[in-house]
């Protein structure tokens, strides 16, 4: 159990236009999700922080406007890159708080974006 | 100075050896400690959970937790080719889900 999946597993878009990530836990419920992003051997960094329901909460220097996070369901969380630039492209990943098992956080796959 | 303090290697080691990886934190709030395997170009998939100090085994994986020293290890036994991988710890407070990771240490396993 405690799958998490991400769609598309990667994208290439051209400079301007926008892209939706989707973060599904597969076989759990989860209140919260957080989206990462990561470059090129480097650790993992926190850009939000999604509760089902409510307002995304951003790390500060993630652009809330640039970035935006809708988590309408609690299986479902969607990241959507809008008006992408080159230094957009990263590696994107999601992870899902599974609440039966002490708040453990289940990763995705990740989705790797170039904006061309 | 980083909250979680992790070597980021690269470590490489023949197959069967014992590997050591280690890290140290200055945050004495974090109660969740935890270690995450990445392989290139994948998520990270967790390995081992802990609370608090002790000890705890899984298979050929062993995670030590020493909080007086802020310092956590994860140990792994006959090592694999397979192994080769990025190895995250992480942690967090007693409070809410957000984790603090460290940088990362890249392990090669050779044959």
């Known amino acids: 159990g405690a799958v998490v999946s991400q769609h598309p597993s990667w994208v290439i878009c051209k400079s301007g236009t926008s892209v939706k990530i989707e973060c599904r836990s597969l076989d759990f419920q989860a209140t919260t999700m957080f989206w990462y992003r990561q470059f090129p051997k480097q650790s993992l960094m926190l850009m939000a922080t999604?509760?089902?329901?409510?307002?995304?909460?951003?790390e500060q220097g993630v652009e809330k406007d640039k970035f935006l996070i809708n988590h309408a369901s609690l299986t479902l969380s969607t990241l959507t890159v809008t008006s992408a630039h080159p230094e957009d492209s990263s590696f994107y990943i999601c992870?899902?708080?599974?609440?039966?098992?002490?708040?453990?956080?289940?990763f995705g796959p990740g989705t790797r974006l170039t904006v061309t | 100075q980083k909250e979680v303090e992790q070597d980021p290697g690269p470590l490489s080691v023949p197959e069967g050896a014992i590997v050591s990886l280690n890290c140290t934190y200055s945050n004495s709030a974090f109660q969740y400690f935890m270690w995450y395997r990445q392989y290139s170009r994948k998520g990270p998939e967790l390995l081992m959970y802990?609370?608090?100090?002790g000890n705890k085994e899984d298979g050929r994986f062993t995670a030590q937790v020493d909080k007086s020293s802020k310092y956590i290890s994860l140990f792994i036994r006959d090592s694999q080719p397979s192994d080769s991988a990025t190895y995250l710890c992480?942690?967090?407070?007693?409070?809410?889900?957000?984790?603090?990771f460290g940088t990362g240490t890249q392990l090669k396993v050779e044959l």
């Open positions: 992870s899902a708080v599974r609440l039966a098992a002490n708040y453990e956080q289940y």
């Open positions: 992480a942690m967090r407070q007693g409070g809410g889900n957000k984790l603090t």
């Open positions: 802990t609370y608090s100090s």
């Open positions: 999604s509760n089902e329901g409510s307002k995304a909460t951003y």
